[in-house]
C-alpha cells in the first residue's frame, strides 16, 4: 500500500487499505467518541437530556463500533469483514432511520403550524431496543429517555450549581432555542449533524466494500 497511490491505481488502493486496520479503527473510534460526547459534554455538563431517539442514536452509533471492532480483529480475514460489514451497516441503516425522525420530530416542533405533530410517532420514556435489549436497564443514564425529542436546549434544573464557561454555554444555546452547529442561522441541529455523519460513515463503507470486491476478484482471477 505505501507504493500505491489513489489517483494512479484507485482500486489497487482500495483494496490494500480496506485490508488494514485504519480504516475501521476512524470509524469506530469516530462513533464511540461520539457518543461520549453526547454523554458527558451535550448531557452531563450541559444538561440537555436525550430523548428516545438520542438514545436509539447512540445504540446505532455503538452498533457500528462493534461491527468495526470485529473487522480489527483480522482485517484480512474475508468472513470476519463480511460479518463486520453486516454489523456495521445494520447499526448505519438503523441510525440513519432515527437520525431522520428526529429531524421530523426537530421540524415540527418548531413549526407554527398546529397540526405538524399530527401522525409523528417515536418521543416515548419507555424505549424499545432491537432484540429486546434491556439497555435502559442495564446502563440507564445513556440509553433512558429522560427528554423531548426536537428539544436540543439545556434544561438546568434550580439549584445546580454551574461553572463560569458552563453557565456561558448554557445560556447561548438557550437564547437560541437549542443546539445548531451555527446557532445564529438555525444550521444543521443536532439530528442533522448525526445524518451528517452518517453520510461520511457510508462513504467510508462504499470505498472499503469496492476494496473488498476488487480484493476477492482478484483472489478469485
Known amino acids: 500500500m505505501q507504493n500505491l497511490s489513489f489517483f494512479k491505481h484507485p482500486t489497487e488502493y482500495l483494496s490494500a487499505w480496506q485490508s488494514t486496520r485504519y480504516p475501521w479503527c476512524i470509524i469506530a473510534v469516530?462513533?464511540?467518541?461520539?457518543?461520549?460526547?453526547?454523554?458527558?459534554?451535550?448531557?452531563?455538563?450541559?444538561?440537555?437530556?436525550?430523548?428516545?431517539?438520542?438514545?436509539?442514536?447512540?445504540?446505532?452509533?455503538?452498533?457500528?463500533?462493534?461491527?468495526?471492532?470485529?473487522a480489527i480483529i483480522n482485517p484480512k480475514s474475508l468472513l470476519l469483514k463480511l460479518i463486520a460489514y453486516a454489523v456495521t451497516l445494520y447499526g448505519l441503516v438503523y441510525t440513519v432511520i432515527c437520525s431522520v425522525t428526529l429531524i421530523r420530530i426537530h421540524h415540527a416542533v418548531h413549526s407554527d403550524d398546529p397540526t405538524a405533530m399530527f401522525g409523528l410517532q417515536g418521543c416515548s420514556t419507555q424505549p424499545h431496543y432491537p432484540l429486546g435489549l434491556p439497555l435502559q436497564d442495564l446502563a440507564p443514564d445513556w440509553f433512558l429517555p429522560t427528554g423531548d425529542c426536537g428539544y436540543d436546549a439545556p434544561v438546568v434544573a434550580a439549584g445546580t450549581q454551574l461553572g463560569h464557561l458552563q453557565a456561558w454555554f448554557i445560556e447561548f444555546y438557550q437564547s437560541y432555542d437549542g443546539w445548531y452547529l451555527i446557532p445564529q442561522w438555525h444550521f444543521l441541529s443536532m439530528a442533522e449533524c448525526c445524518l451528517l455523519a452518517c453520510a461520511v460513515v457510508a462513504l467510508f463503507l462504499l470505498a472499503m466494500i469496492t476494496g473488498t470486491m476488487v480484493e476477492f476478484k482478484a483472489k478469485r482471477a
Open 30 to 70: 469516530a462513533m464511540v467518541l461520539m457518543v461520549l460526547i453526547a454523554h458527558y459534554v451535550f448531557q452531563n455538563w450541559m444538561h440537555m437530556q436525550p430523548c428516545e431517539q438520542c438514545v436509539y442514536i447512540r445504540f446505532g452509533n455503538l452498533v457500528m463500533a462493534l461491527g468495526c471492532l470485529l
